[in-house]
Every structure is written in structure tokens, then in C-alpha cells.
């Protein structure tokens, strides 16, 4: 077994508070500088860029988690990850169904840009992806495990856009591979207010939307090898592979 250091939550530019420094090839160099061994790419509510960021990062020998941060109508933030890009493609799918179509303003929000790997805009996506979808949390856990994929609720112990702000508590029969926190949390401090989420696994990303993030904070995984099944048994704890924090 090896030790890997793992961050699971990076914005591109496309999402519209992603910086427009947050180019595939710029957040690859950045995690290659980090010493990152897998990144989750995981814009608002699309997983445009994640294809190409794995392909950029497979030169660096960095695992990319390909998927997005999704806003259910709760207003939570979740981290979902899939395996293949096949896989990726019907979420994306799912993803354009359930976005409301409400105009992106450039001005206000942000931009939404696709770019290739020479930093060329392909596109501009054209509805406001920090939108909640119309899907619930217990809709769209589902839709990621009929798909064999990774579901993560993003920084639970936020005062906003959290499954806790939101409900007030995580509900214990919700099927959910991990748990994040903040870089401004212990799990020591957050289990003694939340107890009843001793057995959870729980990781730390950087949730970077700027350059200088990336990587800044991560987990560290034990594990054969940087590979999303390897990822998927360390976050069970299943024959050996698990997660220090």
C-alpha cells in the first residue's frame, strides 16, 4: 500500500465563480507542483472539462475523478464522480434535464467558458450553472449509484449550501460514500457536535475556485494505486485501503 494525497473538489473556469486562471492546463501544472496524486474535477452542476483535464493529467501521472458539484432543489452542494466518460456523458445528460433555464448574467455572475488545451474558448454555456436542479438529494444519491458513482455531500459544516445549513441535520439512511468538511474544521470538533456520524468517512479538499488553491488542502488515501475503483474501496475502508485524517 501507498500513501496518496487526494483533493477532491477544484473549479474550472467554467464555473461562472471559477477564476479565469482555472484552465485545465494551469490546474494540472498546479497540481503536479502540489504533489497531488488524484483531483476531483467538480464545477457547478457540469462535467464539461473533466475529459480533457484527464487526458492533460495522465501526462503527470495524476488521477482525475471526472464529475461536478451538483445544488439539489435543497440548495446542497454534492460532490459526484464517475468512472468512464460513458458514464459521465448520461449524467451530463441528466444534468441538462433538470437545470433550469435561467440565463447566465456574465456581468454578475461570472462566465461559464469551455476551453481546449491551448486555452481557446470553445463555448459558452448559456444557463446559470449554480442553479439548484430540480432534483432532490435523495433523487440525484440515486441517480449516481444506478450509475456506480462516487456521492460525496461538499463541506457539511458550511452555514450555507449544506446538506446540514439546509436540513438541519444528514439524514442517517442517506447513502453516501463520504463526507467533506473544511480546511476550518476538525473532524474531532464537528463528531462532538455530530455524533451520530462516528462511522461516516470523511475528507478535506481545497475546494479551489483561484490557481493558488489547488491542491492546498487534501486527504490523504491508502491505497494499491491512484485509480477511481481504488479510490471507491479506500472511501469503505475495504481490504486495507482506507482514509487518514
Known amino acids: ?57 495522465a501526462k503527470e ?16 452542494h454534492c460532490l459526484c464522480f464517475f468512472e468512464t466518460e460513458e458514464k459521465l456523458v448520461v449524467f451530463q445528460k441528466y444534468l441538462d434535464k433538470h437545470l433550469p433555464h435561467i440565463a447566465n448574467d456574465s456581468d454578475k455572475f461570472g462566465y461559464q467558458v469551455v476551453v481546449n488545451e491551448e486555452e481557446e474558448i470553445l463555448n459558452e454555456v448559456e444557463w446559470l ?8 438529494i435523495d433523487q440525484l444519491e440515486k441517480k449516481v449509484h444506478e450509475l ?9 459544516n458550511k452555514m450555507q449550501d449544506s446538506i446540514i445549513s439546509q436540513l438541519g441535520f444528514i439524514p442517517i ?14 473532524k474531532e470538533a464537528f463528531l462532538k457536535k455530530n455524533a451520530y456520524l462516528k462511522n461516516k468517512t470523511f475528507i478535506k479538499s481545497s475546494d479551489a475556485h483561484c490557481i493558488d488553491l489547488v491542491g492546498e488542502v ?28
Not at 502540489?34 to 457540469?46: A, K, Q, T
Open 173 to 186: 439512511d442517506l447513502n453516501v460514500d463520504a463526507l467533506e468538511l473544511t480546511r476550518h474544521i476538525s
Open 1 to 57: 500500500m501507498k500513501t496518496f494525497r487526494v483533493d477532491l473538489h477544484t473549479h474550472t473556469v467554467l464555473s461562472p465563480c471559477g477564476d479565469l486562471e482555472m484552465s485545465p492546463v494551469n490546474i494540472v501544472e498546479k497540481a503536479k507542483e502540489r504533489g497531488i496524486d488524484v483531483l476531483g474535477i467538480s464545477d457547478h452542476n457540469s462535467t464539461l472539462h473533466a475529459p480533457l483535464i484527464k487526458k492533460l493529467a
Open 218 to 245: 487534501y486527504t490523504e488515501f491508502i491505497m494499491k494505486e491512484a485509480n477511481f475503483n481504488e479510490v471507491k474501496m479506500a472511501l469503505r475502508n475495504q481490504e486495507g485501503r482506507k482514509v487518514n485524517f
Open 148 to 156: 456506480d458513482g462516487l456521492f460525496i455531500p461538499a463541506h457539511v
Open 61 to 76: 501521472n495524476i488521477e482525475i475523478m471526472m464529475g461536478a458539484e451538483v445544488t439539489t432543489k435543497e440548495e446542497v
Open 129 to 136: 450553472l449554480i442553479s439548484g436542479i430540480n432534483q432532490s
